[in-house]
């Protein structure tokens, strides 16, 4: 089982910058991917970035290059950096592991309780 731990979400205006982080904590497992989605009011959940235990990582097209993911594998984090915020990108903040059982080939996938992120113009 793997529990996954958000802070760092609040309220900024736009043109401000938030860091969100995340710890995994659990044993028996092995983390391949970590990410971070994001889900507005009345929205579905979406992707924002994900980052692979080989440091590959994976962006929305509506991120235009203002957030930055990070990862530190052998603490099992994963930060998010997010710049130049717009009102758009208001949202309840995930974190997402997909973690596979130490000696097998099972995955599962995992989700933190979320954070806000509020932006205002």
């Known amino acids: 089982q793997v529990q996954l731990v958000e802070s760092g979400g609040g309220l900024v205006q736009a043109g401000g910058s938030l860091t969100l982080s995340c710890a995994a904590s659990?044993?028996?497992?092995?983390?391949?991917?970590m990410g971070w989605y994001r889900q507005a009011p009345g929205g579905q959940r979406e992707l924002v970035a994900a980052?692979?235990?080989?440091?590959?990582?994976n962006y929305a097209d509506s991120i235009e290059g203002r957030f930055t993911i990070s990862r530190d594998t052998a603490k099992n984090t994963v930060l998010l950096q997010m710049d130049s915020l717009k009102p758009e990108d208001t949202a309840v903040y995930f974190c997402?592991?997909?973690?596979?059982?130490?000696?097998?080939?099972?995955?599962?996938?995992?989700w933190g309780q979320g954070t806000q992120v509020t932006v205002s113009s």
């Open positions: 997402n592991a997909e973690a596979r059982l130490i000696g097998t080939t099972r995955t599962r996938t995992y």
């Open positions: 659990g044993s028996g497992f092995r983390i391949n991917v």
């Open positions: 980052i692979t235990d080989g440091g590959r990582t």
